[in-house]
């Protein structure tokens, strides 16, 4: 079961390594609205990030590389999450007036927290939250794979020792303890995360026609399009 759920994230990987776009063109658009240019560079962005950690995950978890994958993993539940709060913007878009709506995509495109005059970022964990809210269990992953990446016990002495209570000695190495459970969490949180996120991607998708439509168009009395 574990092998088969490893082999459906590498699937889900490649799938979105055949996937990724090279541009976002404004123009093609056809709107004055800087909006849904914003909105989709952050997604197209985050399809590139997303390929990245998850294929490398998957090499670290063929490798029994499970600190490094719990890592890799934690932070694609993050890119899930943004682009669930992605989602959710355009969804809830005529509940904003067009400067609120500006200024969250501008905060989710280039938001920053090392630079005080810089838009601030998004606080990921809330976004995991609101996310958790629709799909119960996305917090409780993020936080077992926390647990990991962390330098706790169960990231830390728990993965790479065990104890000889007898001999009262450490012993040190890969493979000394069985991690079947922690290597099935994190694949588990993997797969789950590359769903969600794959949903979220392919829904600002559909959703974008309608937006474009609300939108003043560059090219009066012309239909616009998301080619």
Request: aromatic residues 6%.
């Amino acid at each position: 079961m574990l092998d088969d759920d490893l082999k459906e994230a590498r699937a889900r990987a490649n799938a979105l390594r055949t996937s990724l776009p090279q541009s976002v063109d404004a123009a093609v658009l056809g709107v004055w609205s800087k909006a849904p240019f914003q909105l989709l560079c952050t997604r197209e962005a985050l399809i590139w990030r997303t390929e990245e950690l998850a294929r490398t995950a998957c090499d670290a978890l063929e490798r029994d590389d499970l600190a490094a994958a719990a890592l890799l993993a934690r932070a694609t539940v993050e890119n899930a999450a943004l682009a669930w709060n992605l989602m959710e913007v355009l969804g809830d878009r005529k509940r904003l007036s067009p400067q609120e709506l500006n200024e969250t995509l501008v905060r989710m495109l280039v938001g920053s927290r090392l630079w005080p005059d810089a838009p601030q970022a998004l606080q990921i964990l809330g976004c995991a939250d609101r996310m958790d809210k629709t799909v119960p269990g996305v917090r409780k992953s993020y936080d077992i794979l926390s647990e990991i990446a962390h330098p706790n016990w169960r990231g830390v002495f728990g993965m790479y020792a065990k104890t000889d209570e007898v001999k009262f000695t450490a012993h040190f190495g890969r493979g000394l303890r069985s991690n079947e459970g922690t290597k099935g969490a994190i694949v588990t949180a993997l797969l789950g995360a590359l769903g969600l996120f794959e949903l979220a991607y392919n829904r600002i998708l559909d959703g974008m026609p309608e937006f474009l439509a609300e939108l003043e168009s560059i090219w009066p009395d012309a239909k616009t399009d998301t080619q």
